[in-house]
DNA sequence: ATGTTC
């Protein structure tokens, strides 16, 4: 027996050797060498049947770790052409959004997907993605804002039943800004998510408790705000009569406990794909029949009513200083990811920066800090996956912002649109974002435009340059 | 987006 028959079998690199010292043991127990042949192809076949014992058990052990890895290979091998999907304005968007996007409908748990107009680079995939996949859930397809959310109060008073510095002083006294923000203990809100069982279910939602609950009702950082607006209202809609109304409009996330609850999920998926593409490396997924799927699954949806809670408290402090009930109310999460149905098929669709559109549904697409942004109705699209944009979505990064643009463009921009800002920085400037009009104009099969919603008085977290 | 980080 020698090793080109062995090697003509089919065994490679470590099992060539353990076979042959396997036959080497058959021969002196007298053996022929088609019988030996003959069981070298048994073990082959079937090597979990020799694993307990015997004289080919190491060979079957290594056959069965070359298998595994085998197939791991082949579950994290990415589509040698991305999936088709839609883009809606293509030219606004740029090239490594398409990019990201096309390494995305690579994945072999991929089955659709749609861009949207606002979409730019993101951590893998792009802000303005939209992701179907099936039986898996990709933490960074929802985002390391798990849950970042808009919410709309329509207030029962005129818009300027406020004036600019009562409206300053509210922001500053109800709502927080910056990384690691909380509110003083004695000033501290509580919510019904915090008192959940959910939080004892796994070890890091336990630990992240104590976070969450200390940052509850705050705002973050970014391009989360806080802001007095006029919301006009061409007809009688959302329960309201056609008419302008004082508004408050809020952006915010799950805070540090959904972005610890992101970056932990993230590396569990990494470790389960360490085969996958490096191109596709920060797309890696869970799937849902593990424990580690499960456990994201339940996580995620708790980061996401955590998110909705600070909005809660946020609007629910501004109206009780005012005096007055909202007289409507509207909002969306647009990082996140949803059980939908999509054609024939029950898929996980991630929207990553997307708003969802389904036929009737209601939803917030704001502009910038001095910019409009527009409650809007979904068309229920399904090219779409039934989903719109979630913003204007940024023209330029943050550095390229704080190198490009200059602190009195940013103030001239807001002087001339009468919006009073509170903290902010050049890297958020009304410049560094789309036109939101050409991005609303870009999904007109998308949505559908129901009010819009003018800033006036906007609070933020200040940036790396204070406009 | 977070908070000073595998």
Known sequence: MNGKQITKLGFEKKAIKLALAAAGQREKAGLSRHEILDELQAVQANPQAYLTGGVYAE???????????????????????????????????????????????????????????????????????VL??????????VGVDIGCSMRLSVLPLKPDSLTTDEARKLLLKHTRFGAGVSFEKSF????????????????????LHDKAAEQIGTSGSGN???????????????????????????????????????????KLAQALHPTLDPAARKLAWLPLDTEEGQAYWQAMNLAGRYALANHDLIHARLARALGVQPAASVGNSHNLAWRQRVGEHDLIVHRKGATPAEQGQLGLIPGSMADPG?????RGNPDALASASH????????????????????QAYLRERGVTLIGGGIDEAPQAYKRIENVIAR??????????????????DTGSEDV
Do not use: C
């Not at 009688?236 to 999920?265: C, I």
């Not at 527009?374 to 979904?378: I, L």
């Not at 913003?391 to 940013?410: F, I, P, S």
């Not at 999904?443 to 933020?460: E, I, K």
């Open 132 to 141: 179907a996949t099936q039986d898996a859930v990709i933490p960074y397809g």
């Open 59 to 129: 060979l079957a052990t290594e056959l069965t770790s070359q298998q595994e890895a085998q197939q791991a290979r082949q579950t994290a091998a990415l589509r040698p052409t991305p999936l088709p999907y839609r883009v809606w304005g293509e030219d606004l968007i740029e090239p490594g959004a398409r990019t990201q996007m096309d390494v995305a409908m690579q994945l072999p748990i991929s089955r659709a997907g749609a861009l949207m107009p606002d979409a730019h680079v993101g951590y893998g995939l792009p802000i303005g993605g």
């Open 224 to 266: 989360h705000f806080v802001e007095f607006g006029t919301l006009t209202l061409p007809q009688a809609d959302l329960g309201l009569e056609a008419g302008e109304y004082l508004a408050v409009l809020s952006h915010s996330g799950s805070r540090g406990f959904g972005a610890q609850v992101a970056n932990h999920f993230t």
């Open 188 to 207: 501290r809100g509580d919510h019904e998510v915090l008192h959940e069982g959910t939080w004892r279910d796994q070890p890091v939602l336990r630990h």
């Open 374 to 378: 527009f409650v809007v109705r979904g």
């Open 443 to 460: 999904q007109g099969d998308l949505v559908d435009v129901v009010a819009q919603f003018t800033p006036r008085v906007v609070r933020m």
């Open 391 to 410: 913003g204007a979505g940024r023209q330029m990064g943050r550095k390229a912002a704080a190198n490009t643009l200059a602190k009195r463009d940013v």
